[in-house]
């Protein structure tokens, strides 16, 4: 008998001896009883809690800037520094615009003495041509030098209100009521046009500034409570807006909620937690980890209704050490399996323990 012929047998016995040892395995019992299954009831999903800190800020914050270059000769506030509309903050050296204005209004002076000439050359040569004594080139070429002349006053007129406007500009002062947040400009410092030299906050509405994280976007609740530290009160706040795109370094957006009774509002600058409960859909509900059937079709759970099983599609939406939370079409209180799910077939009597 050959070695291959040996190994034959001796597989074969092998076979019948798991056959004799373990029938229950490998053979099917039509007659056997419906097996026992554990069910939990589905749940309403519990609200969950969170926070983000940020820090208490005005609705509006306007920074302030010269219109011209200069250099800063005086500095009239400070940081925290209540501001009123028109009070002055910064002032320039005026001793550059003043020369400019008295350029523009020689060069003004000029234009006119120009215009008013070019004016009379045209007149003198109007009456001239009457009397045939001078050609119509002539009188046209005066009456295009007295335009010329006349449009020459107009912008050296637009020059001279520039220069009048610098002046002005040369002082900087609030365009509103409201407190100093920042203040960046020093005396003897030689700043830009459109150059920060500080920034105001303006009086009235205060709200808070929050990161918002990538997770959290898509959901930001309406509503918080802000809690300041070393307070036990909370306040109300209501959210106003969510910025549409986010901050490149951080990937976070920036979201501001305003507080529903101003009067309340902390100091600027306050650091404030503000905790927010998630709002629970009726169809969010929660069941054991074990009820969960992960599928190629997705996930499922089994339904037990007169003593069998059917399967209800469900969405998973967060799952912890013991418990799924889905998003389910199925009324709250309705008996699901708990435990074995991968072992039971679309409307296969079950008894229920």
């Known amino acids: 008998m050959s070695v291959f012929t040996q190994k034959s047998l001796l597989n074969k016995a092998f076979i019948a001896l798991l056959l004799l040892a373990f029938p229950p395995i490998l053979r099917a019992d039509s007659n056997a009883p419906a097996p026992w299954v554990l069910t939990a009831s589905l749940e309403r999903a519990t609200a969950t809690d969170w926070h983000l800190t940020g820090s208490v800020c005005a609705r509006h914050e306007i920074p302030l800037a010269f219109r011209i270059n200069g250099e ?37 002076a ?3 003495a120009e215009t008013e000439n070019a ?13 045939k004594l001078v050609s119509q080139q002539d009188y046209d070429r005066a009456a295009t030098a007295a335009r010329a002349a006349s449009e020459q006053l107009t912008a050296a007129q637009a020059v001279l209100q520039q220069a009048r406007y610098a002046i002005e500009y040369a002082t900087l002062t609030a365009p509103t009521t ?15 046009a459109g150059q920060a030299v500080a920034t105001v906050a303006e009086a009235g509405a205060r709200e808070i500034e929050v990161a918002v994280p990538e997770l959290r976007r898509a959901q930001v609740p309406r509503t918080a409570q802000a809690r300041i530290l070393g307070l ?17 370094v951080t990937r976070t957006w920036a979201a501001r909620y305003r507080f529903d009774d101003s009067a309340a509002a902390p100091a600027l600058g306050t650091m404030v937690t503000l905790h927010f409960v998630n709002e629970i859909s009726p169809q969010r509900m929660r069941v054991p980890l074990g009820a969960i059937l992960e599928q190629a079709k997705g996930a499922l759970v089994w339904r037990v209704v007169d003593g069998r099983v059917q399967p209800e ?41």
């Open 232 to 248: 036990a009160q909370s306040l109300p706040v209501t959210l106003r807006e969510v910025a549409e795109t986010a901050d490149s």
């Open 110 to 112: 000029s234009a006119r």
């Open 72 to 108: 800063i000769r005086e500095r009239r506030v400070d940081i925290g520094a209540v501001v009123s509309v028109g009070q002055v903050l910064f002032q320039l050296d005026p001793r550059d615009v003043i020369e400019q204005r008295i350029a523009a209004e020689a060069t003004v």
């Open 178 to 192: 409201g407190v100093m947040v920042a203040v960046n400009g020093q005396r003897g410092q030689v700043v830009a």
């Open 119 to 131: 004016q009379r050359e045209r007149e003198r040569l109007a009456d001239m041509l009457h009397k």
């Open 313 to 353: 599609p469900v969405t998973v939406l967060a799952i912890d050490d013991e418990f799924a939370e889905i998003e389910t079409a199925l009324a709250l209180g309705t008996p699901v399996v708990a435990l074995g799910v991968n072992r039971l077939q679309p409307g296969q009597a079950v008894r229920v323990r």
